[in-house]
């Protein structure tokens, strides 16, 4: 399983951006995806997760209601829409896989990473 993050950019406080993130390799099944990130000199820390079959998502309290997680099945892509993107949202974001469906928020949990796509918001 190979994962592509793409996406990043520099946008200003308020804006939006929509992350996606690439599978190619096994990708038939239902398995947990997710989106993490890590800002320079912190752990990198849970964003959001989603089911690949059913769709059901989970967010991070700082995200909720601004940030949303979809997939494609079809191109086998998943996306984050981040809105209303503040300073403190400014990292290296990551999506990751699962082997299996359940949804998790640990790092540990995630058996697949691809590399990160640099997101800046400037204030």
């Known amino acids: 399983v190979q994962l592509q993050a793409f996406g990043g950019g520099l946008v200003q406080a308020g804006g939006s951006l929509r992350l996606s993130c690439a599978a190619s390799?096994?990708?038939?099944?239902?398995?947990?995806m997710g989106w993490f990130r890590q800002a320079p000199g912190k752990e990198r820390e849970f964003v959001a997760a989603s089911t690949w079959h059913s769709g059901s998502a989970y967010y991070a309290d700082s995200v909720k209601g601004r940030f949303t997680i979809s997939r494609d099945n079809v191109m086998s892509t998943m996306h984050l829409q981040m809105n209303s993107l503040k300073p403190e949202d400014t990292a290296v974001y990551y999506c990751?896989?699962?082997?299996?469906?359940?949804?998790?928020?640990?790092?540990?949990?995630?058996?697949?990473w691809g590399q990160g796509t640099l997101v800046t918001v400037s204030s």
């Open positions: 990751a896989r699962r082997r299996i469906a359940t949804i998790s928020s640990r790092v540990d949990d995630y058996d697949y």
């Open positions: 390799g096994r990708i038939f099944g239902n398995y947990a």
